[in-house]
């Protein structure tokens, strides 16, 4: 679930539910939506906190080439979205059946089995992917779990690694 709370009333709010494992969660810069990383689904979906739409959920990007765990602002107004594990068979097969949330508890266990490699993606702030930047072997950086740029330097932290990577970018990217 995607939950907010306000320290005012100290009210607990549920803004979406039944997400397949959510995990990353990303404001946008006019703070018209939330972005929350549903790993196992492979997808980032939107909640709209501002507007017409407000209360409503959309996919923003799906289809990704793994499971999302970290999310964060570009400068340029976009998004980085991490991408911890590539996809793999116990993720297709849970789908929205009953069993997903007893593999979302074992897929820790599981996860040393799966591939491992390291992929970011850069989507536009509307759902466009734009890049993907990938270490296919994981032999430099692997199991992305977040990635923070601050100007021309993208900083990317992992689960498996001890340290954190800095991958500069190109002008543009």
């Keep these: 679930r995607l939950l907010v709370y306000d320290p005012a009333t100290g009210k ?6 039944k997400l397949f494992f959510a995990n990353g969660v990303a404001l946008a810069p006019d703070e018209s939506f939330v972005l929350v990383c549903e790993s196992y689904g492979a997808r980032v979906m939107r909640v709209w906190l ?16 793994g499971f999302p765990d970290g999310i964060s602002k570009r400068e340029d107004g976009g998004f980085w979205v991490s991408l911890v594990n590539p996809p793999n068979i116990l993720g297709r097969i849970a789908g ?3 069993v997903r949330a007893l593999l979302g ?3 820790p266990l599981v996860e040393p089995l799966v591939k491992r490699y390291g992929c970011v993606a850069k989507v536009s702030a509307d759902g466009t992917r ?4 990938m270490d296919v072997e994981g032999s430099h950086v692997s199991s992305i779990a977040s990635a923070h740029q601050q100007g021309r330097r993208l900083y990317l932290g992992n689960l498996m690694g001890a340290g954190v990577s800095v991958l500069h970018l190109e002008e543009g990217e």
């Design 105 to 107: 508890h074992i897929m």
């Design 50 to 65: 501002k507007g017409d739409r407000t209360g409503q959920s959309d996919v923003f990007v799906d289809r990704l080439p």
């Design 12 to 17: 607990l709010e549920v803004l979406l539910e």
């Design 130 to 133: 734009q890049a993907l930047l």
């Design 96 to 98: 929205p059946s009953p």
